[in-house]
């Protein structure tokens, strides 16, 4: 599933190819994927114009001059295809449906522009979807209600983030860090990442971390989501930018898919275990489990 940055590279580009848009025709293949009753889909999305794309967590929201919203989640092997007389990019499941004809059999619903571009939103597994929603509801879903603070809210300051993650005082850390409903967007890149540059063990509790270790993790956390946006996400395997470009990040990781590798802080090589049921990258020396 797509992490914060991955999906904040793909509001980036659609911001710059598809706002302004006016949406003529809207078809799709199955209710799971855009389950949106017809009527309210001819009154308040064919006819209206694009005003913004924006990012709550790991999901896109496209808003709507009819104040709607489609709200999408992208899920595991979602990718949004924007293809025009000039223009053609993916951002998403690197499938060959970013460069193969559209629509094709995964594409699940069609968005075609008064100009005649298209945008295509393809998934494989349908586990993805598309949903059409009054703007001023959109905070009232439950998803919206229940998934924490982002932090890279201008806003969010490292004491509200500790706050946040002594919630789940008697956990390890990294589940914590997991735990949307705690900080919003983290996965498991970017919590080993961010706990490797703080030096905290992924098993530590979190009621046991110090203030200075939560100020360092919040600081360590803010830096690698920021670094991650600038190039591009770290999608090797799974997502690619706006311009259909592998995210570079994952080539700068210091732990992740790096085990076995000397840890560049200290030479100790790094390894590879389970922690809050995924695989955790740490350096045993840096991050030692008891301090």
């Known amino acids: 599933m797509p992490e914060l940055p991955e999906v904040e590279t793909v509001r980036i580009g659609l911001s710059k190819l598809i706002v302004g848009k006016l949406v003529a025709t809207v078809t799709h293949d199955t209710e799971k994927s855009f389950p949106n009753a017809a009527p309210d889909v001819e009154h308040f999305l064919i006819g209206s114009k694009i005003l913004a794309i924006k990012r709550r967590a790991k999901v896109l929201l496209i808003e709507l001059d009819s104040k709607y919203s489609l709200v999408i989640h992208l899920k595991m092997t979602g990718q949004l295809v924007f293809v025009g007389d000039k ?57 919206m209600k229940k998934v924490g603070p982002e932090p890279l809210d201008a806003e969010f300051t490292w004491q509200q983030f ?57 600081t360590a956390l803010v830096d690698v989501l920021k670094l991650s946006i600038e190039k591009g996400g770290s999608s090797d395997k799974n997502y690619v930018d706006a311009e259909g470009k592998k995210g570079s990040y994952i080539s700068f990781a210091n732990v992740f898919r790096r085990e076995g590798k000397p840890c560049s802080r200290c030479g100790m090589s790094i390894v590879k275990t389970r922690v809050a049921g995924r695989g955790t990258h740490t350096c045993p020396k840096c991050q030692k489990v008891k301090v």
């Open 162 to 218: 500790r706050d946040r993650l002594l919630r789940r005082k008697n956990s390890n850390i990294k589940a914590a860090l997991l735990d949307q409903t705690v900080i919003a967007g983290v996965g498991n890149i970017y919590a080993d990442e961010s706990l490797w540059g703080a030096k905290i063990h992924p098993t530590r509790l979190v009621k046991d971390l110090s203030g200075t270790q939560f100020k360092s993790l919040f």
């Open 87 to 143: 223009a053609r990019f993916g951002a998403g499941h690197p499938s060959d449906s970013l460069i193969h004809d559209l629509p094709d059999k995964s594409t699940r619903v069609t968005i075609g522009f008064a100009d005649g571009s298209h945008l295509y939103f393809n998934d494989q597994r349908k586990f993805g979807w598309m949903q059409l929603l009054p703007t001023a509801e959109v905070p009232n879903i439950d998803f």
